[in-house]
């Protein structure tokens, strides 16, 4: 039967459709028999869903009348809509005659929701925000979700959850779409408005709204099942198109706000993305290694006066590196354990980028990308030898050991950084020395001193002024070197560990107090932890005056026993209290910076999906 037989029934004589008429054309509209249910010209068809959809609205779903209408057959009815929104040709038709939908129908979704769970039709609820999704092209934002959800933060979170992972799976962009929707979530922007004060009352509602995200997404899994939605995707292709772009860019965000905006378990939370997920070592290397590989074949044809490589690929880019730096921070041979993986660290050394470099906007997109990676090695200790990353050195790709990473970093900084004059090469050392308020660097280790040193090293000898750009047929080092991508992928996976265990992982991270005079001029110094000099999430006071970061405090006493690492006295995790007024005004910065900047759910709107 097809579309057109639909209309007549509808639009005929025959009376109110019944159930079993609505089972009939929920198989007979579904997306899998589209040739033989859309066999009229595409305008036609337009016009056939547009009067159906709005004899739904007006004769079904807008029916006060239960005894006429069972909220059953309303959510029937709901499904065929969601079947006529699969097919992008006739989408706006249903989008058209859904505005329509009355606080009926509302009244409808709610009483539908106290009712028992039928595991055969599913909730209403779920089915309209499905169709809501659908209708406005896979763009639905978290604040049109919380709407949906009259501003309960927590049923809106579940309701995207419960599509995300729903089973069998919806379409590809419905989960991508959920995926922006979490993230919306975790950000600020979400909660505040941009004209109005934030205050440490709604900083403290805020963050348990985050709490809750990440008790749920802990509970669920539902980072391991992202992985598992958008590794296919990146597999199949040489390139990462455009939605799978976004979707892992705003996966790595989410995953980051949650931990800077939760009020506890923050530790756990990275400890699961790294020990119990493949999120980093599955979806992330391999993002970073097509787009690396992208960015390569871009900078071959680059030239003093053009720029041909996107601005987002070079983002998306830093932010996965700036990711693995977060997920490794502190984890000591967990951490190192991924440095096998990462064969696009040796590629992002051999680059030539002295050609876009000159290109301003660029130039400081470039620095992200290897202030980002410098900082992930630095969490990693790659520089510090290769004890423990692999059981048999023989498994460690040449190129990835820590001697040849020393000569790799000092070569580009030679070849590509100092060649652009003293002034260049500062910013580049001020960059990576100066860490970020939202970054996690290990600035207390080998690797951090080593690549300082570096730095040091060839500022010495850089010439005061920047030299020309170099010429367009500059020889790209890339051409010679082969690809490490298919050896990072053979090497074997760290096991993971249950959730439940994530947080109880030996570590094994030697802690020291930090050496280096590392500062960032945008962060308070109370702000900053004594041990490690990043900035605190859980300030800890300590009886003789200093304050640590819980996470690092706690490590450094398991490790080194109950003394203080300023001062030698004794000291354990009983004689130190939770510095509450110090951790709301942390928080309430940090709150206060994130709302300067961009919503992170914007981006996806630079792509059709």
Not at 447 to 464: N, R
């Amino acid at each position: 039967m097809s579309l057109v037989d639909f209309y007549n029934r509808v639009v005929g004589a025959a009376g109110a459709l019944t159930e079993e008429e609505l089972e009939y054309w929920i198989a007979e509209s579904d997306i899998s028999r589209v040739k033989d249910f859309y066999n009229c010209d595409k305008e036609q068809a337009k016009e056939l869903v547009k009067t159906i959809s709005a004899n739904f609205v007006d004769v079904y779903l807008n029916n006060a009348n239960a005894n006429e209408v069972p909220l059953r057959r309303k959510t029937k009815f709901c499904l065929i809509l969601n079947n006529f929104a699969l097919h992008k040709p006739v989408r706006n038709s249903v989008f058209n005659a859904i505005k329509n939908l009355s606080g009926i129908f509302e009244e409808s979704m709610k009483r539908e929701g106290t009712m028992p769970f039928d595991s055969e039709l599913g909730r209403m609820s779920e089915h309209v925000l499905v169709l809501l999704m659908r209708v406005c092209q896979y763009k639905l934002k978290a604040a049109q979700v919380h709407e949906f959800a009259e501003q309960n933060t927590q049923f809106a979170v579940q309701l995207l959850l419960a599509i995300l992972l729903k089973e069998p799976p919806y379409e590809f962009e419905l989960r991508c779409n959920c995926i922006s929707g979490l993230l919306g979530f975790t950000q600020p922007q979400a909660f505040f408005s941009a004209d109005a004060a934030v205050e440490v009352q709604s900083c403290e509602g805020f963050t348990q709204k985050v709490d809750f995200s990440l008790n749920l997404l802990l509970r669920l899994q539902a980072v391991q099942v992202v992985n598992d939605v958008l590794l296919p995707q990146l597999l199949e292709s040489n390139t990462v198109p455009s939605i799978v772009h976004v979707a892992v860019c705003n996966m790595m965000r989410c995953i980051m706000n949650i931990f800077s905006f939760c009020s506890q378990g923050a530790t756990q939370w990275r400890q699961h993305i790294l020990l119990s997920t493949t999120f980093l070592d599955g979806v992330t290397t391999i993002y970073l290694q097509s787009q690396v590989n992208s960015l390569q074949s871009l900078l071959a044809i680059a030239t003093a006066g053009t720029c041909p490589v996107p601005n987002d690929l070079v983002q998306g880019v830093a932010l996965a590196l700036k990711f693995c730096g977060f997920a490794t921070f502190h984890m000591g041979r967990h951490g190192r354990c991924v440095r096998p993986l990462c064969g696009f660290i040796h590629d992002l050394l051999q680059l030539s980028i002295r050609n876009i470099v000159y290109n301003p906007q660029m130039s400081g997109l470039i620095l992200n990308v290897y202030t980002n990676l410098l900082h992930f090695l630095c969490n990693v200790d790659a520089l510090a030898g290769d004890d423990g990353v692999v059981e048999d050195i023989s498994e460690l790709i040449p190129e990835l050991t820590s001697e040849n990473l020393k000569q790799s970093i000092l070569g580009f900084l030679t070849r590509e950084v100092a060649p652009c004059g003293a002034a260049f090469a500062d910013a580049w050392h001020r960059k990576f020395f100066s860490v970020d308020t939202d970054a996690l660097v290990a600035q207390e280790n080998v690797t951090f001193q080593l690549i300082d040193g570096f730095f040091q090293t060839i500022k010495s000898s850089v010439p005061t002024a920047a030299p020309e750009a170099p010429s367009s047929d500059k020889r790209s080092l890339l051409g010679e070197i082969p690809s490490l991508t298919k050896a990072s992928q053979d090497k074997k996976k760290k096991k993971k560990v249950a959730v439940e265990e994530a947080a109880t992982v030996e570590l094994g991270q030697a802690i020291q107090v930090k050496k280096s005079a590392a500062t960032n001029s945008s962060v308070p110094p109370e702000f900053l932890c004594a041990l490690s000099g990043n900035m605190m999430k859980n300030p800890m006071l300590s009886p003789y005056g200093q304050v640590f970061d819980r996470e690092t405090i706690e490590m450094w006493l398991k490790q080194q026993g109950p003394v203080c690492p300023i001062t030698g006295k004794p000291l354990s995790m009983d004689q130190l209290q939770v510095h509450k007024p110090l951790q709301q005004q942390i928080m309430q910065v940090v709150i206060q910076q994130s709302m300067q900047n961009y919503n992170q759910e914007d981006a996806a709107d630079l792509y059709d999906f």
